[in-house]
C-alpha cells in the first residue's frame, strides 16, 4: 500500500479508464448499483464519511461529483483532508490502506452504461499520498490510530476489507492490547456502532450490508483463526438484527 503502487494503479487501470471515457463510449457500473437515499446522504454530509465507507459507495460517488460541480471541491477536500500533515503517521498509514481501496474499487466498475469522465479526471488529479509509511510490527500503527471509540470500528474494518499480509493478524494476536481491542470490537463494537438501534436507517443499513458482504466474500475460505472468530461474530450479528 504505497506510492508505487498507486502510481501503477493510475498507469495501468485509471488513465485507461480515461481514456475510453475521454474518447468513447463504455459500459460499467459498481458490484452494487445505484442508491438514491444513500447519494443524498453523501450530499448531506458533503463526503464526510470515512473513506472506506466511501469505498462502498463509488457509483454514488461517482455520479454526484460528475453531475454537480458544486460538490466537486467538496469530495477533494474530503480526501485531501485525510492525509492532513498534522494527523499522526499511524492515521495516515490507515489512510493510505483506505485511499488505495477506493482506488482499486473504482477500477471494479463494470456492465452500466453510466460514463463520468469528470469524476474520473479529479480522480486522477488528486494527490494526497505524500510519503510511505511502515511499521515493523501492525499492532502499532493499530492501536495508534484509535483515539475515539469509534476509531475502534474503523481500524477491524479497515483491517478486514484491505489486502494486508497474513502477519498482520499475529501481530494483532500477540499484543495483549491490541488483540483486548479487537476482541471487544467483535464482542461488542461491531453491533455497537453498525447495528444498534440508531443505526437502522435505510442508508446506514444498506452501507452496512455492503460492507459486511465483501468482508464475508472476501474471508470466506480463511483459516486464520482471529479471522474465523470476526466472520462468526459478524454474521451472527447481522443474523439477529435481520430476524
Not at 456492465?111 to 511499521?135: A, V, W
Amino acid at each position: 500500500m504505497n506510492m508505487k503502487q498507486v502510481d501503477k494503479y493510475k498507469k495501468e487501470i485509471l488513465i485507461p479508464i480515461l481514456t475510453i471515457c475521454l474518447f468513447g463510449f463504455v459500459r460499467f457500473g459498481s458490484a452494487y448499483g445505484y442508491d438514491s437515499a444513500l447519494m443524498e446522504y453523501i450530499k448531506k454530509e458533503k463526503f464526510n464519511l470515512e473513506l472506506y465507507e466511501l469505498s462502498f459507495c463509488t457509483e454514488e460517488v461517482l455520479k454526484i461529483i460528475e453531475s454537480d460541480s458544486t460538490y466537486q471541491n467538496d469530495f477533494i477536500k474530503r480526501i485531501n483532508r485525510a492525509f492532513d500533515k498534522r494527523l499522526s503517521e499511524s492515521q495516515r498509514y490507515f489512510h493510505t490502506f483506505e485511499y488505495v481501496f477506493f482506488l482499486n474499487q473504482i477500477s471494479t466498475i463494470k456492465n452500466y452504461k453510466i460514463i463520468y469522465p469528470k469524476s474520473l479526471l479529479i480522480i486522477e488529479n488528486l494527490q494526497p499520498l505524500k510519503r510511505d509509511y511502515t511499521f515493523k510490527n501492525y499492532s502499532f500503527p493499530f492501536q495508534n490510530y484509535i483515539e475515539y471509540p469509534e476509531q475502534v470500528d474503523d481500524a477491524c474494518i479497515i483491517s478486514l476489507i484491505t489486502d494486508l499480509p497474513s502477519t498482520v493478524w499475529s501481530d494483532i494476536e500477540r499484543d495483549k492490547l491490541a488483540l483486548y481491542r479487537f476482541n471487544a470490537w467483535l464482542e461488542f463494537g461491531f453491533e455497537e456502532f453498525r447495528y444498534y438501534p440508531g443505526t437502522k436507517s435505510k442508508v446506514k443499513s444498506t452501507l452496512n450490508k455492503r460492507i459486511v458482504d465483501y468482508i464475508s466474500s472476501k474471508h470466506k475460505n480463511s483459516s486464520m483463526p482471529l479471522i474465523v472468530k470476526a466472520l462468526k461474530s459478524i454474521n451472527h450479528t447481522v443474523e439477529k438484527y435481520n430476524k
